[in-house]
């Protein structure tokens, strides 16, 4: 059973940054591991997928509304990912989740812009505001 635990949430003004962060414990490390950054807006009735990042990869993928601006990385040492993101603007308000799946690498990539129904394991959500 994997675990996640989210922390970096808050509220900041337009063109800021946030930097997420998610730990997760219960041997989460496998072949086919795909980490990934949800988000659901307010009035959204279902999360989308922000940035995804396989396990075996160098480099995640991303949301257009994001690209450019949003980066997932990891820290294998520490069984964490984190998602930094600048440059942010009122759109990107939402509550954000990690999440992580046993997927290959295309069902990975594919969770960019879908609803996560994929994936088995989330962490509780942290609240991003960007004021305007």
């Known amino acids: 059973q994997v675990r996640l635990a989210e922390s970096g949430g808050g509220s900041v003004q337009a063109g800021g940054s946030l930097k997420l962060s998610c730990v997760a414990s219960?041997?989460?490390?496998?072949?086919?591991?795909?980490m990934a950054w949800f988000r659901q807006r307010p009035g959204k009735e279902e999360r989308e997928g922000v940035a995804?990042?396989?396990?075996?990869?160098?480099?995640?993928d991303y949301l257009d509304s994001v690209e450019g601006r949003f980066t997932i990385a990891r820290d294998d040492a520490n069984n964490a990912w984190y998602l930094q993101m600048n440059s942010l603007g009122p759109d990107d308000t939402a509550l954000y989740y990690c999440?992580?799946?046993?997927?290959?690498?295309?069902?990975?990539?594919?969770?960019?812009?879908?609803?996560?129904?994929?994936?088995?394991?989330w962490g509780q959500g942290t609240q991003v505001t960007v004021a305007s």
């Open positions: 999440a992580a799946a046993r997927l290959h690498p295309f069902g990975c990539r594919s969770s960019v812009g879908a609803t996560g129904r994929a994936f088995d394991y």
């Open positions: 219960g041997s989460p490390t496998s072949r086919n591991f795909c």
């Open positions: 995804t990042l396989y396990l075996g990869s160098t480099s995640g």
